[in-house]
């Protein structure tokens, strides 16, 4: 039925465009517009998956998928990228829209993204072939990263970005250079109001079906990175000052998403390990697992294997299900290492270096915890396009997914969850 709404919508939208015959980028634009209306619509009002099977689409496809192609080029082939993915059994695609401060989509707050190199809207084209599949589709987001100095230069100065860059009191305090790439500063509130603003504008503008960030919160523990404003704060604590930053900026983003649709999901990944995520990067995610107001889901990065030694997949595993009871629950798991040597995984390293099975060992044992809600795969390149070398592994390793997402949709295993 969902399927039909949507072709009926898309049918609809061309044949109007093609009666008023306006400009290419116009027809576009109207196109999108008509999709906004009324899918929105008509999605609020079917049944929600009662499982999440998502992949990650990180921002490093864009180099294939969208430079120098065009928006015939760029369709096809996110067309059957999504096909891909429901082939598979997959339900959600975690789409990257702004990686570095930038945008993969008309914004007048950040500037276009380096590989959208023709005039096409990437955005409201894989939110018209997603739910043509019947996928949902989640803007990802990365809310601190932003350009590196040298890219810094040809942003142009009508964004507030580059204002800020050449503002001597904003470089340096707003903005942070660390390590050739610079940062935005969640300790002022301009800075936090920025990224929701950027929120604000997709939720405007596209039917987006969840709004997702990842782990990229303080990049260094250094306190040279923040001292400033640090200094002239009453905080005595850097760790939990900056925490509290971290805090106020998820709320904040929480806030925004509710404020335009209370029923469209903001979720966090944050990494895997509860101690790096909180002296590290200083993100209190027991927090934003165990109270009301920060998100919707949490969705940890448990990139390891079940013979990793500092962090072990099933006991991690178990750890996150028993630390989450506020939001929902999905599991983020590392596909993207199969065929490789787990470099930090200590005695582990070599698990899944020849195992096509792995993940889908893990799969299967996720099905065993109570309260998760789904999984989520990283990435969609390790799965659907992967190095030549571990080619064969990866195949036999879809196959396994692919067996383990038959039979908990079995009907006689309807109760099971991931």
């Not at 192609?69 to 959600?92: H, I, K, P």
């Not at 200094?231 to 806030?255: P, V």
Request: aromatic share 14%.
């Amino acid at each position: 039925m969902r399927y039909k709404i949507l072709l009926f919508i898309i049918i609809f939208s061309f044949i109007l465009s093609g009666c008023s015959q306006p400009p290419e980028q116009e027809e576009s634009y109207y196109i999108h517009e008509i999709a906004h209306l009324h899918l929105e619509d008509a999605m609020q009002n079917l049944p929600e998956d009662t499982e999440i099977r998502a992949v990650w689409i990180p921002v490093m496809l864009y180099h294939n998928w969208m430079e120098y192609q065009s928006e015939s080029q760029f369709r096809e082939t996110v067309r059957n990228a999504f096909q891909n993915c429901t082939d598979l059994g997959l339900n959600t695609v975690f789409v990257h829209v702004r990686a570095y401060c930038d945008a993969y989509y008309p914004s007048e707050i950040f500037p276009k993204g380096a590989y959208l190199t023709e005039d096409y809207d990437p955005l409201a084209i894989m939110l018209e072939e997603a739910h043509a599949l019947n996928l949902s589709l989640h803007a990802w987001i990365n809310p601190m990263r932003a350009q590196t100095a040298q890219n810094f230069t040809s942003i142009d100065s009508n964004y507030l970005l580059r204002q800020w860059y050449d503002d001597p009191e904003k470089n340096g305090t707003y903005l942070v250079n660390y390590d050739g790439r610079y940062y935005l500063n969640p300790a002022y509130p301009e800075v936090r109001q920025l990224i929701a603003d950027g929120i604000s504008e997709i939720m405007q503008n596209y039917p987006v079906d969840g709004i997702h960030i990842d782990d990229y919160f303080y990049p260094t523990t250094n306190p040279d990175f923040d001292a400033q404003a640090f200094s002239e704060s009453s905080a005595s604590d850097l760790a939990g000052w900056r925490r509290n930053n971290c805090n106020e900026m998820i709320k904040l983003l929480y806030q925004t998403v509710k404020d335009h649709n209370p029923e469209i999901p903001f979720s966090i990944s944050p990494q895997g390990n509860f101690d790096v995520n909180y002296n590290e990067l200083y993100a209190d995610v027991k927090l934003w697992s165990s109270e009301a107001g920060f998100c919707d889901m949490i969705i940890p990065q448990i990139y390891y294997g079940f013979k990793n030694d500092t962090c072990p997949f099933a006991e991690t595993a178990q750890l996150w299900a028993e630390t989450v009871t506020v939001p929902e629950l999905v599991i983020g798991l590392g596909a993207y290492k199969t065929g490789y040597a787990d470099q930090w995984a200590g005695s582990g390293q070599s698990e899944f270096l020849t195992d096509s099975t792995v993940i889908a060992r893990e799969l299967e044992y996720i099905s065993t915890l109570e309260n998760i809600s789904g999984i989520a795969l990283y990435s969609y390149t390790s799965i659907f396009e992967p190095e030549q070398e571990v080619s064969a592994l990866v195949s036999e390793e879809k196959n396994q997914i692919f067996d383990v997402f038959q039979k908990n949709s079995a009907p006689d295993d309807a109760g099971a969850e991931y």
